[in-house]
């Protein structure tokens, strides 16, 4: 089923699930116990985040480097193909420009049509490391707007219209490059102008951030869902890293809160968290969508108190 048929169908407000593809080594069987207990709380999809290849340099005996390129996780289809055959959920893959030509992402979606899968999420992705802005594959995507034209041209040219139901992410802290949140909005609007159907946000710690964001998306004239983005943090040392890494403010009674208590930083973050979701269901939001992160534990506990 389409995540857009989901989020329309009439009912109570839904989990849905972000989980990273696990390191090469981890058995199947592993896999599916981590999500197993999930399902107590039916979540009606669950994201497979996508990784691209990394490089190392490894040196050779007459002293050169050879560069090789090494991917540390199992791939984001081969986990959907995992998840869909064991438990009756929709999954949606991932899919980023980063790394890929045009004709790799075409047999991407040529897999994903093979395996029915219907939903996708059309990404960007990040700049490899020590790249200080991303570098857009030769033959590739430099955008996502541009990736989810690339997804509706296929489907176009192999007479499967409507194929994929295409969800991008939004980012209600602006997104770290954009000059400004206008021009972030903007590029926003070309991603569902260029066809995509929902939205999923950044993660955030402050629910009014994403109200004010979804107010200024319907200003904006972007209609479609947008579906929260929540992470419970579970340290203190999360306080500087998640920052860092996705450009988000942590508001200053949750740092109070946790520089306090640091013994308590997994109860804080994951009352902290259950609070937000408790606000967002009570606002009328179709999804709370949970990053998990390889950390189920506190989102297992939020999803027992909220759903
Ligand atoms: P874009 O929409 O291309 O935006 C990137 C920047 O370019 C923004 O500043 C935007 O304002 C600007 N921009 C957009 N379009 C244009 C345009 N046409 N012209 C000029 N400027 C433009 N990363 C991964 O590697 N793998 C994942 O699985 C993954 N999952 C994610 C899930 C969610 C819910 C979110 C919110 C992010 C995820 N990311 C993932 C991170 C994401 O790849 C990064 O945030 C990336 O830096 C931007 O991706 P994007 O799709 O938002 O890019």
Known sequence: ????????????AFPSLEIVPPPKGMTRTELLDGI????EFSPRFIN???????FEYRPEADGSYTRRTVRRRISETAVCGAVQSEF???????????GATAEVIESQLYDFRFMGIGNVMALRGDSLEGEKRFVPTKGGYAHADELVSAIRSFERETGTQGAFCIGVGGYPEKHFEAPNPETDLENLKRKVDAGADYIITQMFFDNRVYYDFVARCRAAGITVPVIPGLKPISSLRQVALLPETFSIDIPVEL???LSASPERAYEIGREWCGNQ???????????VHFFTMGRPDNILEILRACF
């Open 1 to 12: 089923m389409r995540v857009s048929d989901l989020l329309s169908a009439p009912g109570r």
């Open 36 to 39: 197993r207990p999930f399902m």
């Open 48 to 54: 497979v985040t996508c990784h691209r290849d990394e």
């Open 88 to 98: 009756k959920v929709e999954v949606v893959p991932h899919l980023i420009c980063g």
């Open 255 to 257: 740092t109070d809160e």
């Open 277 to 287: 979701c408790r606000d967002l269901l009570a606002h009328g939001v179709p999804a």
